[in-house]
Each structure stands twice: as structure tokens, then as C-alpha cells.
T-cell receptor
Framework: GAGVSQSPSNKVTEKGKDVELRCDPI?????LYWYRQSLGQGLEFLIY????????KSGLPSDRFSAERTGGSVSTLTIQRTQQEDSAVYLC???????????FGPGTRLTVL | RKEVEQDPGPFNVPEGATVAFNCTYS??????FFWYRQDCRKEPKLLMS???SGNEDGRFTAQLNRASQYISLLIRDSKLSDSATYLC???????????FGAGTRLFVKA
């Protein structure tokens, strides 16, 4: 069946611009996660959703980062006024329920010039 | 104490060697445990779940020690294709997030 998909696969933007990253989870998965990974580094947790609510937003680095999930499905991660340090691969994962196996999308590689 | 700790390595081993990784976790109420594998510039993928009784999948054996709060992964007869970063994952239910370890890098040499 269809896995987790993310778009765009690559995004190059100029410092100060806003970007939106999209994640389509596996159908029926109630939990959705966003992570960030810089080159050669581990996964950095950003936020997770259970349904449409976000019990844990503790990983969002600053108030420039926000995320929403609608209809218990698609999620959007928005980064406002991008900075060069925001450059990373942004990974989305979904699981049937929180604590279950997470399935990852291919990621969005964000480059801020 | 970190929520999840792994030896970052790298582990450099010859083909055919046996190698083991451990991962400790701090939350004694954690419910589920996994090992993921991540290849360079790829997304993490599930390698195997870790069950209380221990489980084996071919050359890979995973074990859970709840009393000492760690999980382990044993790779026998290492192959070149086993070279990757191995992430331990500790799952929690309710409102608590799943925690990924920082990963252990393995290089298998010919």
C-alpha cells in the first residue's frame, strides 16, 4: 500500500522567506510526527500529533515554526522567516497509534540561502 | 540522565564479525522498543521490534532487559551491506512521545 509521502522533496529558499512542508501519512494512522535531521546528526524531534491535536510541541525550535494537522490526515509544517540554520532534512513519520512502529517518508531537504 | 543513550561509535568491524550494540532508556514505564536502520541520506526504516522474550530475525537478535532498562542488538556474520546507523527507539503511549536514540554508526570492512 501507499507509504508516507512528503512534498516537496527539495526546497531551496532565500533567507527570510516562509516555507510550507507537507506530509501525507499512511491512511488510518492516528499519530504523525515531524523530525529534523542536519547532515551527519541524529533525529531532532519537533512535534507529534494524535489525531488533530498536538500533545507535545516541545521540540519546535522557535515561534517561527508551527504545524497543523487537519482531518486527522495531512499535516503541514510551516517555517516563517527562514534562517540558514533551518537548513536540514525534515522527516515526517506516521504510526497506527502513538508508541507503535513509525513509518517514515522520504523527507524534504530544505536549503536556506 | 538522557532519555535514551547509545554509543555513537563508529564501530569498525571486518566482514563475518559479530557486533553488539546497547541502548539504555530512562523511563521505566516505556511500552515498546524498536531498532531502526538508517542509511546515508535515507530515511530511517524499521529493522525489528524488540519483545520481552527476545527475538531473532536471521542474523539479527534483539533483547530487552527491563530491570536494567536497556535493549540490545546483536548482528552475527556481518556483511558489507550492514554498514549503516542503527537507531534505538523507545515508544511510549498516552501523551508521551516516542524517543529516538542518536544512533550507532557501523562500518563493515572487506
Amino acid at each position: 500500500g501507499a507509504g508516507v509521502s512528503q512534498s516537496p522533496s527539495n526546497k531551496v529558499t532565500e533567507k527570510g522567506k516562509d516555507v510550507e512542508l507537507r506530509c501525507d501519512p499512511i491512511s488510518g494512522h492516528t499519530a504523525l510526527y515531524w523530525y529534523r535531521q542536519s547532515l551527519g546528526q541524529g533525529l531532532e524531534f519537533l512535534i507529534y500529533f494524535q489525531g488533530n491535536s498536538a500533545p507535545d510541541k516541545s521540540g519546535l525550535p522557535s515561534d517561527r515554526f508551527s504545524a497543523e494537522r487537519t482531518g486527522g490526515s495531512v499535516s503541514t509544517l510551516t517555517i516563517q522567516r527562514t534562517q540558514q540554520e533551518d537548513s536540514a532534512v525534515y522527516l515526517c513519520a506516521s504510526s497506527h497509534d502513538n508508541g507503535d512502529t513509525q513509518y517514515f517518508g522520504p523527507g524534504t531537504r530544505l536549503t536556506v540561502l | 540522565r538522557k532519555e535514551v543513550e547509545q554509543d555513537p561509535g563508529p564501530f569498525n568491524v571486518p566482514e563475518g564479525a559479530t557486533v553488539a550494540f546497547n541502548c539504555t532508556y530512562s523511563n521505566s514505564a516505556s511500552q515498546s522498543f524498536f531498532w531502526y536502520r538508517q542509511d546515508c541520506r535515507k530515511e530511517p526504516k524499521l529493522l525489528m521490534s524488540v519483545y520481552s522474550s527476545g527475538n531473532e530475525d536471521g542474523r539479527f537478535t534483539a533483547q530487552l532487559n527491563r530491570a536494567s532498562q536497556y535493549i540490545s542488538l546483536l548482528i552475527r556474520d556481518s556483511k558489507l551491506s550492514d554498514s549503516a546507523t542503527y537507531l534505538c527507539v523507545i515508544g511510549n503511549t498516552g501523551g508521551f512521545k516516542t524517543i529516538f536514540g542518536a544512533g550507532t554508526r557501523l562500518f563493515v570492512k572487506a
